[in-house]
């Protein structure tokens, strides 16, 4: 069965710092691999994902994740941590073009203080 | 472009309750997702539709729950009765038909279901 885990529940860093928020997945087959941010009373929003080619992948608000195929990692990451990026994240997979759904880890509450 | 757009935002019923939620994707997305984020927890699939026509429902409790997407727009997703824990999240996403694995989904805000 695919699956994704987020081992922290939360991350706390100090603004200006470098963040890192870990993910690990578990699939069959080539995985498609994505992060999305979830406000307080909003829906999910979409960061970056990793399909094929450069394991770093760039996304939205300065955050970058890194591909490792032999560790099945994605963690997210973010050079310079702002107060306004504490929300909590989610890394999601998804395998095959069958129509299948995105499949999601537990969460992880990012915490940055002033 | 106009993003997935969900109603009602917030909902109060009792336990053995009926409730209803209602979801439109972004125009000419075929592919429509209802998940369910229960507090703590990442977001579980209910059920996807591909146009009007069911793909995956396999985690959906279908002796309370029920989906329809007529007409293959807009889709509605209902509980009866709803029980206390039913109370989460309910997050509708679409995407674009064709591009299944390397597309992103878009969500809407949800649905906060709060079951007394």
């Known amino acids: 069965a695919q699956s994704v885990a987020q081992p922290e529940d939360q991350v706390n860093v100090a603004e200006g710092n470098p963040l890192t928020v870990k993910c690990t997945y578990s699939v069959s087959g080539n995985p498609y691999l994505f992060w999305y941010v979830q406000y307080p009373n909003r829906g999910l929003q979409f960061l970056l994902k990793?399909?094929?080619?450069?394991?770093l992948v760039k996304g939205s608000y300065g955050f970058e994740a890194e591909f490792n195929k032999s560790q099945t990692s994605f963690h997210l990451k973010k050079p310079s941590a702002l107060v306004s990026d504490s929300a909590l994240y989610f890394c999601a997979v998804r395998v095959g073009q069958a129509g299948t759904a995105l499949i999601f880890g537990k969460g992880t509450t990012l915490s940055v203080s002033s | 472009e106009a993003g997935v757009a969900q109603s009602p935002r917030y909902k109060i019923i009792e336990k053995r309750q009926s409730v209803a939620f209602w979801c439109n994707p972004i125009s000419g997305h075929a592919t429509l997702y209802w998940y369910q984020q229960i507090l703590g927890q990442g977001p579980k699939l209910l059920i996807q539709f591909q146009n009007n026509g069911v793909v995956d429902d396999s985690q959906l409790p279908k002796d309370r729950f029920s989906a329809e997407r007529l007409k293959g727009v807009d889709s509605t997703l209902k509980i009866q009765p709803a029980k206390l824990e039913d109370s989460a999240v309910y997050l509708c996403a679409s995407t674009p038909a064709g591009r299944w694995g390397n597309t992103e989904a878009f969500f809407g805000q949800g649905t906060r279901l709060t079951v007394v």
């Open positions: 990793y399909i094929t080619g450069d394991n």
